[in-house]
């Protein structure tokens, strides 16, 4: 015996992505009463980039390319297409707001305009140097066309690379340049945009951190002059770029470090971000390596970073310690939320991404016990022998 009953009354409508919704009701017999349903019926239709799909208006397409892409990491573009309702208001906007610019530009015009741009913004030497790398890394597409350079090709170049690293930074960097060359109306999408959250990048949210005992190996294996400025980025968190002299930039100065106060000031020409904060409140153990290594004025890291760079890699092959990129302020972070306290941590990190970002990056990446054991790490004259 049947239970349901379908009734006659329908209701058809059309819906912006060109799917077709019918609305209907039937009538349930067992609770005596009205129950809505609908279904969607999918059309032919047009379709524009992933999940955008337009009902056929044969007059609007033959105004249409053969294929429209649209910047998919562009929410504006997709929060505004999916409200149209016909293929002509979708002409209108594409036309309007991110239609390519008449010249052509090849991608190494635009990489070196790109490269210029940055450099007059104050971007980070090192970050520059890493766009004129990724640059150089697409050689043989230097003669295309911005516009020409499609998925298929983005897809060859970034899976040419060796390592998921070099995947990542070189996926990252190409994706800056086409936002870029978006905003610059030299195409209308960018296709490597896919590939910064693409599934075989498996170790981009995973972050590395020293052991205790490495940490503790590493600052005992430096040179004398090297090890205050590792002991800052494993006690306080300090960028790299914000201690040693990468090409010249201003960096941290005896000057800035208060022993008084007990602050660390990281000026606005120093700090990554442009953005300058005082670092205060920091592990007392910290203090006691700057005692014990402090001199009267200067660079608090005379060396230049390519002599760091090589002395470093030395000591951590003797000591089989993999380093890699940010270890020591992932370190600091991860056994500072223990230790510290999240919030005290991010304020000190100067962690833009704000305490969720900071949370599911290093949150569960230490003990307590060990967070107490690595802020104890003193310099090896002022260490408490075993008994």
Not at 165 to 183: D, E, H, T
Request: aromatic content about 12%; charged content about 30%; hydrophobic content about 35%.
């Amino acid at each position: 015996m049947k239970t349901r009953k379908k009734s006659h009354a329908t209701t058809i409508v059309n819906r912006p992505n060109g799917y077709r919704r019918v609305y209907y009701w039937i009538y349930d017999y067992k609770d005596a009463k009205f129950i809505r349903k609908s279904k969607d019926f999918s059309p032919k239709a047009v379709k524009l980039g992933k999940d955008l799909s337009f009902a056929r208006d044969r007059d609007a397409e033959s105004k249409l390319p053969e294929e429209i892409t649209v910047s998919m990491d562009d929410r504006v573009i997709l929060n505004r297409l999916r409200k149209f309702g016909d293929l002509n208001e979708v002409l209108q906007f594409l036309d309007a707001n991110y239609k390519a610019a008449e010249k052509t530009t090849t991608v190494k015009e635009a990489f070196d305009a790109f490269i210029s741009e940055k450099g007059r913004t104050n971007r980070r030497a090192s970050t520059i140097s890493d766009y004129e790398r990724f640059r150089a890394k697409i050689k043989e597409y230097h003669q295309l066309q911005v516009k020409d350079l499609g998925y298929v090709l983005a897809e060859k170049i970034i899976l040419g690379m060796r390592t998921d690293s070099q995947r990542i930074k070189l996926a990252v960097g190409l994706s800056a340049l086409y936002n870029w060359c978006i905003r610059e109306k030299f195409c209308v999408f960018n296709p490597f945009y896919q590939f910064t959250k693409s599934n075989f990048i498996k170790d981009r949210c995973k972050v590395h951190t020293m052991a205790v005992d490495e940490a503790r190996q590493f600052l005992y294996a430096l040179r004398s002059d090297l090890q205050v400025g590792f002991a800052i980025m494993l006690f306080a968190g300090v960028r790299p770029s914000e201690i040693f002299n990468d090409y010249g930039k201003p960096v941290l100065n005896w000057s800035d470090i208060n022993f008084r106060r007990k602050t660390i000031h990281i000026r606005a020409e120093t700090a990554k971000t442009h953005t300058a904060r005082l670092l205060q409140d920091l592990p007392d153990n910290l203090w006691v390596w700057l005692s014990a290594l402090r001199q009267t004025d200067g660079d608090v890291m005379k060396t230049r970073a390519g002599t760091v760079a090589r002395h470093r890699r030395a000591v951590c092959k003797a000591l089989n310690i993999k380093y890699t990129q940010d270890i020591c302020r992932h370190s600091f972070a991860s056994y500072g939320y223990h230790y510290l306290g999240a919030e005290h941590t991010v304020e000190i990190m100067g962690h833009i991404g704000g305490f969720d970002v900071f949370a599911k990056h290093y949150k569960g990446l230490a003990t307590k016990d060990e967070a107490t054991e690595f802020f104890s790490i003193l310099p090896p004259e002022n260490e408490k022998l075993p008994d």
